[in-house]
């Protein structure tokens, strides 16, 4: 009579059971920054989506609504490369929920704030904790990725832009109706994100302590290209986050008001309209990171930038419905370049995960706050529809992501 083996669980820790479950495990970890950035970035669209109402209220120009888009976004962009830096050498599993208790702080402020500079000061704030969040939070994605490094960056990345597709919904069904004091009831988001992030703080502290024995303390190997090469691909890769989040920032800070201006449509119609295109970014976001591992990062970076021109040229130009059309295929089409932007960056400086992060999220947030309060004033000399007409060209940089290596192996492996 042959002997059964024991039906232990020691028994039933095979390697290709041990890496399953670890498969399982760092798919739930990256669902769960995927979802905690979708709660941040809730909150943070909350900030263009009230621009309206804000503009109403607080009798503000233009000019001015640009200048807190330049506070959020700059305190964000300053800060983020710093972080990126610093958690590269002492990487800090709780600074997540630490930098959430912040948004949540400038939040509040927010739902407060009776003047301009109240109003820049929380948004300065809600910037801060975003400054925490990004960086950090893409080095966990990276870390969960099991190698598939574009599709980790695109399901961490869909979760933000979902969340910022909700912000116009949200601030029309529950801010325009109660007032500006009811932004204090996104506070509810803040805390589960900080309980979640906890939770994702343990596993990061875990998996540290786990790499540390593994690697023997040995540092990473850098520059798989001469560093002139690698100069230049970083050059082009800044040219083309500039171009797209020039445009981008049009949008967001000001496509409510421009429908409101040239269609007259209502403040509650013209959220409608910007969840439509930031729900096309969330999913056009999902498709850039898998494709780049399919195919290579360099022709997503360029189809995705430079694919946008036929249509952003053609939306001044065309009714209400066209218009709508339109911005799910720009949002779609642009969306899809971030992700891939980044993980190129990050191969071509490997072992340099947070710096990138926070380089390239900074240059996004600070090139963003820049241009929302260049356009604010450029709006407010000429008008919104001229602004929206000359930036339908800055897609037209996209024919620079030529100029990048392939960095890749295999990519079509």
């Known amino acids: 009579m042959s002997e059964l083996a024991p039906s232990t669980p020691a028994a039933l820790e095979t390697p290709a059971h041990s890496q399953q479950a670890a498969d399982e495990t760092a798919l739930k970890i990256l669902g769960a920054i995927s979802f905690a950035h979708m709660l941040n970035d809730v909150i943070q669209s909350l900030i263009p989506a009230i621009y309206p109402l804000l503009q109403e209220v607080h009798s503000l120009s233009y000019r001015q609504i640009g200048l807190i888009t330049f506070s959020f976004q700059c305190t964000a962009s300053l800060l983020q490369p710093v972080v990126g830096i610093y958690t590269d050498r002492r990487p800090k599993p709780y600074s997540l929920a630490i930098g959430m208790a912040c948004t949540l702080v400038g939040l509040v402020l927010l739902s407060q704030a009776h003047n301009l500079w ?190 946008v021109a036929p249509f952003s040229i053609a939306l001044p130009h065309v009714g209400l419905s066209a218009t709508v059309i339109l911005t799910v295929f720009i949002g779609m089409i642009l969306a899809s370049a971030f992700s891939a932007i980044l993980v190129f960056a990050q191969e071509l400086l490997p072992g340099r995960v947070g710096t990138v992060a926070g380089l390239f999220f900074g240059f996004a947030f600070g090139v963003s706050g820049i241009a929302a309060a260049a356009l604010g004033a450029w709006a407010d000399r000429t008008s919104l529809q001229h602004v929206f007409a000359m930036c339908a060209y800055l897609p037209l940089a996209g024919i620079l992501a030529g100029l990048l290596p392939r960095v890749e192996k295999n990519p079509l492996n």
């Open 118 to 307: 109240f109003i820049m000061a929380a948004a300065a704030l809600v910037g801060t904790g975003s400054s925490v969040f990004h960086p950090e939070a893409s080095r966990m994605a990276h870390m969960a990725a099991g190698g598939r490094h574009g599709f980790a960056q695109s399901l961490f990345q869909v979760g933000g832009n979902f969340g910022t597709s909700l912000g116009p919904l949200l601030a029309a069904w529950i801010v325009f109706p109660n007032g500006q004091g009811s932004i204090g009831y996104f506070a509810v988001l803040a805390m589960v994100a900080i309980a979640v992030l906890m939770r994702v703080g343990a596993w990061y502290h875990g998996r540290l302590r786990e790499r540390l024995v593994q690697s023997g303390g040995r540092k990473p190997r850098y520059a798989p290209l001469p560093t002139k090469r690698v100069v230049g691909a970083i050059a082009v890769l800044v040219a083309l986050v500039i171009s797209k989040y020039i445009y981008l920032v049009s949008f967001t800070s000001y496509y409510a008001l421009y429908l409101i201006d040239k269609f007259h449509v209502t403040k509650a119609q013209s959220q409608v309209y910007a969840f439509v295109f930031l729900f096309a970014v969330a999913a056009g976001t999902f498709a850039g990171g898998p494709l780049g591992d399919r195919f290579g990062r360099k022709w997503v970076i360029w189809f995705s930038i430079l694919g």
